[in-house]
């Protein structure tokens, strides 16, 4: 791929259009890279955060496995933006960000990917700029069938 399809700007309309098909024009999706790891004691404090504010009971968050939602008011209930994890990797008990969406009606409000970020990380006393990060290893080289001395 060359560099001009990988920058910031090109991959901003990319997801501009993507948005737009989706019927989501106005809303900020980003991947997180690399993802932000969230250690297990800190990844603890969170989740029992983000239970004691749930939508369902008064609260701003409605988080599953895969989805943290953040809401604007538990009685008006639009959508402020997500975070998508995956938990249990790389390790048992850590969770790993890997996307961050910003709603039309988020980034209407100031809503950015990085405050939404930092506002489910500030439970486990992290933020997106010092959360740490999942380690990119370079691919495996491919096998090769060859040639062998027996």
């Known amino acids: ?16 259009l993507v948005s737009e098909a989706l019927g989501e024009e106005g809303s900020v999706s980003e991947v997180i890279r690399p993802s932000a790891i969230i250690p297990e004691e800190a990844a603890r404090s969170i989740l029992v955060e983000l239970s004691v504010r749930d939508l369902r009971t008064g609260g701003v968050w409605l988080a ?12 008006e209930r639009n959508l402020i933006g997500s975070l ?9 008990y850590e969770i790993t960000v890997f996307r961050c969406t910003v709603t ?13 970020c930092d506002d489910a990380l500030q439970y486990g006393d992290l933020n997106l700029a010092n959360c740490p990060r999942a380690t990119l290893a370079p691919p495996p080289k491919p096998f090769r069938f060859g040639h062998q001395a027996v």
């Open 84 to 92: 998508q994890v995956a938990y249990g990797t790389p390790t048992k």
């Open 104 to 116: 039309k009606f988020g980034t209407e409000r100031g809503w950015t990917v990085e405050l939404l």
């Open 64 to 75: 599953d496995p895969t989805t943290w939602q953040r809401f604007d008011d538990p009685t």
């Open 1 to 16: 791929m060359d560099t001009e399809a990988r920058s910031p700007d090109a991959m901003a309309m990319l997801e501009a």
